[in-house]
């Protein structure tokens, strides 16, 4: 499971994520000894290239070393939620929260969200006196290696380890934790994605330059003002600070079609609200013109059952509904532009109102995003809900009128952010700095006027708040014990890290929707560290020997819903697919399967013998539905004898003039 990875780690330097993009592009360009040839890779560009001999570039300490580790796969776990994910309303959500640290997260969402991600929304520390930045990703390396990984002198190589081990909030620090995170998140963006990224004056300009390097110059959209408190915020530097920024960037620039903004309050209220969402009336549903009457469509001539005291319909005549409205114009048979079906499903979308001769029904007309779009955006992005005090008012009402943190996004100015990026219904947004979970709540809003099917998933580092405390003044203390007062109180009862409160306000906040039409569940999963004594057992253990026994393994530690998550996300399923068990006499295996990547058979647990390879087989030969392309074994839990009887049978069922494709995969 870890050992291939371990593997590879060791292996890595500060280029091979590029010279590993060059290879897939360019695999003339490296000779049988995988050395990367320069000359021939120019000859091949030469033509029609406009080539600049005086660049500039953004440099920081710690440029060589961002890249080192943005090319190092995580050697973290996915743990489910299991309680919280097999509930009602998140066993079928595709929405999902993770708890972890980001880079690893963004790393895990590679194998299967590479290229499907629509918009990603960032709101990254600012690194200012107030958000307590400091630079803390994980340093496992000694000064040979980084002399050897970065291609680097011995004195550099200690500057380096100086500079990563202090927990410096400098602005090289800060661009060495942002460098590698911006980086491998272009990846997930689709070809028309788009990322926006807040931030203040402090980080603004190395921001820029970040960006450009990553998304390229030509990328840059717009520098957004966003005006967030129209009285301004006294630093004591002279001014009143009214806006910060939002940077937004595409990944192809040339494939972007600028979203429009929803109508302004006063146009808005031209719609009318319910349960469902927003509408209007629309055209009615007696048909009319040519071909409207009752011989051109018999089966749309019925009675609609009206209860006259609510307004609201029935196909079926029951208790309080004693109205009986046909299609009838000027006593002449017509018929309903509706099927009974539809009638039946839609009754929420029907607007019953009376007249001289008893009622008409018309259909609630639903705003589509695209139809309530008509206003473009302004550099100068400003609107009253957009503002600071907005979105702390809408906290303290979520959470029982605590104040829990001073400055949190409006889900209004992220709202109109997603409306920019022009999302379909059916997109994924990626926030994953998630903090109070703001984008989460803004994609439910979206979701909830045009019953959309927009999913997000976020990430929030579940930093300690009791650890916090301890380094805080003594105001900041009292806020502190404000949320954990919060976490600890008889309705919440959660542990005291912050992804909680992101968690606790996603549940609050579906609790108060109605719509039922909408996704307003999620899946949590929660990203494990594996310990340095058990990595060290994994790089010693011998594949070759024929022995079962790893002291304190995975599956003994995380458990095997572990293993089966990190699998499946690894192989490109997601992390909502669903898994099936499937049992081969008394050994129960795990099976997963979509369209586009057919299916995987997971082997876990131990004890397979020949009725398990007698039933495999015949499952293989007689079920069409059974598509195996891949087969998964986790090593520690099988015997060499074992994997070869496996081995052998697969191999001869694929000789057998059947047409199999079916590989074996040796996990450890």
Known sequence: ML???????????????????????FPDCFTKDEEFDIERFKNKIAS??????????????????????????????????????????NKNSNNIYISGDNLDAIKHLLNSYSKKIKCIYIDPPYNTNNDDFVYNDSFNFSKEELMNKLDISEEKAEKLMSFLSRKSSSHSAWLTFMYPRLLLSRDLLTDDGVIFISIDDNEQANLKLLCDSIFGEENMLYQL??????????????????????????????????????????????WNVDDIGYW?????????????AKENRETMFFPIYINEKNLTISIDKKEGYTYELYPMTDNKEMRWTWSKENFRENYYDVIVKKNQNGYTLYKKQRPSLKEILSVKGKTIFYKPHYSTGTSTQEIKQIFNGIKLFNYTKSKYLIKDLLLLANID??????????????????????NNIDNGCLQYIIVQLPENIDDKKKLKSQTKQKQLDDIINFLDSESVKRPHTLDQIGIERII???????????????????????NDDMLDKIKEFN?????????????????????????????????????SKINFGEYEAYYVHNESLGGNLYLINKDIDETFIEKLIDKIKNNEKFNIKLIVIFGYNFTYSEMQMIEKN?????????????????RY
Not at 280 to 291: N, P, Q, S, V, Y
Not at 425 to 446: P, Q
């Open 508 to 530: 609050r906040v579906a609790r108060n929707i109605t719509n039922e039409y909408i996704d307003k569940g999620f899946k949590h999963f929660t990203l494990k560290t594996i």
């Open 650 to 666: 697969i191999s001869q069922l694929k000789n057998s003039g059947l047409n199999l494709n079916i590989a074996i995969d040796k």
């Open 280 to 292: 209007k009336e629309g055209r009615g549903l007696k048909a009319t013109g040519e071909e409207s």
């Open 3 to 25: 050992k291939k990875i371990l593997e590879n780690n060791e292996h890595i330097k500060s280029n091979t994520r590029t010279l590993n993009i060059l290879k897939e592009y």
């Open 225 to 270: 003002t966003v005006v967030n408190s129209l009285n301004g915020n006294d630093n004591s530097s002279g001014m009143m600070e009214t806006h910060e920024y939002c940077i937004f960037y595409a990944k192809n620039k040339a494939l972007i079609k600028m979203g429009e903004l929803s109508e302004d309050d006063d146009n808005m209220n031209k």
């Open 425 to 446: 219904k059916n997109d994924i947004v990626l926030d994953f700095f998630g903090g109070t979970a703001t984008t989460a709540h803004a994609v439910m809003y979206l």
């Open 543 to 579: 594949i070759n020997n024929n022995n079962i026994n790893v002291e304190n393994n995975i599956e003994e530690e995380f458990g095997i819903e572990t293993i089966l998550t990190t699998w499946i996300n690894q192989d490109g399923y997601g992390l909502t697919a669903n898994y």
């Open 48 to 89: 029609d290239v406009n080539k600049v001999d005086y660049g500039y570039e953004l440099n920081f300490l710690g440029k060589n070393y961002a890249n080192l580790i943005a090319s190092q796969e995580t050697t973290t776990v996915i743990e489910p939620d299991i309680k919280h994910n097999q509930k009602k309303e």
